[in-house]
């Protein structure tokens, strides 16, 4: 889904948080930890050298991407969807309507009770108000408060404090001051970003992504249960001021991001996409889109890619997928065994190419009663994580970007993208100092596109509706191969050793991660 803005009448003096004239230098930060979210099915379906970094850990939930973090003082916990694709913190309130109605949800990721904080402030009543496509939205005040994660405290931190919402979950918005939902009457206020470069924890406005993969759902013998979690990636990590080399292979290239054609401001994560390949397991070409110029956004808060319509349907009708009125694009899952490979190049020659295993778009279905989706054949049926755009925008979600390495380089307007090293244990930091992402070259040519798209995307995923069996598996016109034992994603995730100190100086080195692996939204 996309969202649009409406403008909030408070002034800019109010939203602005307050910096201390004197910032104190960053501690040294080196921890290591895992809080492990109680899992509940029947729950959770009624929930729709000084080195400057902050690093921490994500879960990978299948479906979004969570973030351990705290508010207030003393800190009151919450789990967060982290979200490239908006720009402001928000939490519900606990007298918040939908904490009433659903107060499991609420107390599983968390919400606020300003009167337990002696350092809220309140400094926008009723002026924090998000409107999504689906008539669904958020209403609330805005509110300074401590926000940590970790150890790293950001003092007095602009965020939406939710009254009225269409979720429990609140979000972590990590895109552009220009992004946030004050930034249509033409104010702004220094998010998290910002702020962690203001008060002296980065030295750059920019963080590195690193999802890891899917992994894969195991179906037991004679059942049509899926069984969920697994155990070998529920963990990503996102390093803030700093790049990990040991989290990508190849080479890290740069391209410019994209602005808005009616305003030329930049507000999103656009890119230039220039070619789209799909290989099969022998390097024969089955599909092929060469001289592309398309808009797309890089965004963690959306579950699937979705390109031009023209695009998406060749690939569908490739991979053999139905359009399901119950479930959507669907596919057998055992096309997740087919050693089929999906390249994209961005920026033009030269530019940065990402190849994703088909297994990362082929994604499980769960449905309300926990059951598996069956074809007519009885296999188990799975949704296909590339669907058509439509009249929304073009975005490059989490069945994308769990392949790639991206640098978002809020400073200096620039993506770095590399291929990932997928359940990689290790870490090789190194800060960013200067205009240039760490390690990285520029795509030798630079295509620009327009794109048109205005406000800030966001996907919320839904559980499926239905029930029992899906429409008839179509014929693939691409030769994938037959399925087999391949899947380079089903890899065990060893242990992680703790964040080192570097040698070279200091570290705001955080990893946390929350438990769980599949998350519905109301």
């Known amino acids: 889904m996309t969202r649009t803005l409406f403008a909030a009448a408070a002034t800019a003096a109010t939203l602005l948080s307050f910096i201390g004239a004197s910032l104190a230098e960053p501690a040294v930060l080196g921890a290591s930890f895992r809080k492990e979210v109680n899992r509940d099915p029947t729950h959770l379906n009624r929930l729709a050298s000084r080195q400057n970094s902050v690093s921490a850990s994500i879960e990978n939930a299948d479906l979004l991407y969570l973030i351990n973090a705290t508010i207030g003082t003393p800190p009151q916990s919450f789990g967060l969807q982290l979200d490239t694709g908006s720009s402001d913190i928000w939490v519900p309130a606990t007298n918040a309507d939908v904490c009433q109605q659903d107060p499991r949800s609420c107390s599983l990721f968390g919400a606020f009770n300003s009167k337990n904080s002696n350092s809220f402030v309140d400094v926008a009543p009723g002026q924090f108000q998000i409107s999504y496509v689906d008539n669904s939205g958020v209403t609330g005040d805005y509110m300074n408060d401590t926000f940590a994660i970790g150890k790293t405290a950001i003092k007095q931190q ?7 919402a269409s979720r429990a979950l609140g979000i972590m918005g990590i895109g552009f001051d220009s992004g946030e939902s004050i930034a249509s009457s033409g104010q702004e206020y220094p998010n998290v970003i910002a702020q962690m470069k203001l008060q002296g924890y980065i030295k750059t406005m920019a963080y590195s992504l690193w999802l890891n993969d899917l992994g894969k759902a195991v179906l037991p013998h004679n059942t049509r249960h899926l069984l969920i979690p697994k155990t070998d990636s529920n963990d990503g990590s996102i390093l803030f001021g700093g790049v990990d080399t040991a989290k990508f292979h190849g080479n890290l290239i740069s391209v410019p991001i994209q602005p808005d054609t009616d305003t030329q401001a930049i507000t999103s994560f656009t890119v230039v996409l220039s070619s789209v390949t799909v290989q099969n397991g022998s390097g024969s070409t089955q599909y092929s889109q060469p001289n592309l110029a398309v808009p797309v956004i890089l965004d963690s808060g959306t579950s699937l890619t979705y390109l031009p319509d023209r695009y998406a349907n060749a690939i569908l009708s490739g991979v053999g997928a139905t359009n399901d009125p119950n479930y959507g694009y669907t596919v057998p899952c055992s096309l997740s065994n087919t050693d089929a490979t999906f390249n994209f190049t961005f920026g033009g020659p030269g530019g940065p190419t990402i190849g994703v295993g088909i297994n990362e778009f082929v ?4 449905t309300l009663d926990g059951s598996v989706p069956t074809l007519q054949d009885g296999s188990p049926a799975c949704n296909f994580g590339i669907n058509p755009a439509g009249a929304s925008p073009n975005l490059f979600g989490d069945t994308f970007l769990r392949s790639a390495y991206v640098v978002y380089d809020l400073e200096n307007k620039q993506i770095g993208l590399a291929n990932t090293n997928f359940n990689a244990t290790g870490s090789s930091v190194t800060e960013f100092t200067n205009s240039v992402i760490p390690g990285a070259s520029a795509a030798p040519t630079t ?46 995730l060893a242990p992680g050793p703790p964040m080192a100190l570097l040698a070279a100086g200091l570290v705001a080195a955080i990893s946390f991660a929350l438990g769980g692996s599949l998350v519905w939204l109301k």
């Open 363 to 366: 994604v499980p279905i769960v």
């Open 158 to 164: 602009t965020m939406g404090l939710a009254t009225q």
């Open 447 to 492: 295509l620009v596109v327009a794109q048109t798209f205005s406000g800030i995307p966001l996907a919320t995923q839904t559980q499926a509706g239905g029930t029992g069996m899906v429409t008839a598996a179509a014929t693939p016109t691409f030769v994938l191969g037959t399925p087999g034992a391949k899947s380079a994603a089903t890899a065990v």
